[in-house]
């Protein structure tokens, strides 16, 4: 069976993405899980950037450098992978939507677990922000993965709401 599991963050700053990201980066390359980085922006250069001047090690081999690393025009093969497969899309709200449809029509058959974690600049959203937790399962933070209620205490599912 084929699972996608989508969250959503919100970060103010690069600084702020790469700081909730790195742990779980270097969670899941220890667990020997593929990650797929999709950037508007191209993090890659400051992600690495930081690793080096905090001096941080991987449990894995090659380090971030395992990271698969994309811009806006790429074109993606995942072989068969039994092990989670986490994506993370960071771009404006139009990008992120573009590139979840392209992942989950290309890559879902292909992958047991599909984790998509798009990262929205706050700035950008404020306005949208219940949609936004409307389409994702969990809120992903410095802490990980985590409930939306428990993050935004005033929102209540939509299926919470037409069952009451």
Not at 29 to 39: F, P, R
Not at 106 to 118: F, H
């Amino acid at each position: 069976m084929h699972k996608i599991i989508k969250a959503c963050n919100f970060y103010v700053s690069e600084w702020h993405l790469f700081a909730a990201l790195l742990p779980y980066v270097r969670e899941e390359l220890k667990q020997k899980n593929k990650i797929v980085v999709i950037s508007q922006d191209k993090l890659e250069s400051g992600m690495k950037n930081l690793v080096k001047r905090l001096n941080l090690h991987f449990d894995n081999e090659k380090g971030i450098d395992e990271i698969s690393w994309f811009n806006e025009e790429f074109v993606m093969e995942i072989k068969e992978e039994q092990n989670p497969v986490s994506i993370v899309v960071q771009g404006t709200m139009e990008f992120i939507k573009e590139i979840n449809t392209y992942l989950i029509e290309k890559l879902m058959s292909s992958c047991n677990e599909l984790r998509i974690i798009n990262c929205y600049e706050v700035y950008n959203t404020n306005t949208m922000l219940y949609n936004i937790l409307d389409d994702h399962d969990f809120v992903f933070n410095t802490a990980g993965m985590n409930k939306k209620s428990d993050i935004f205490p005033g929102y209540i599912e939509p299926a919470k709401i037409l069952n009451s």
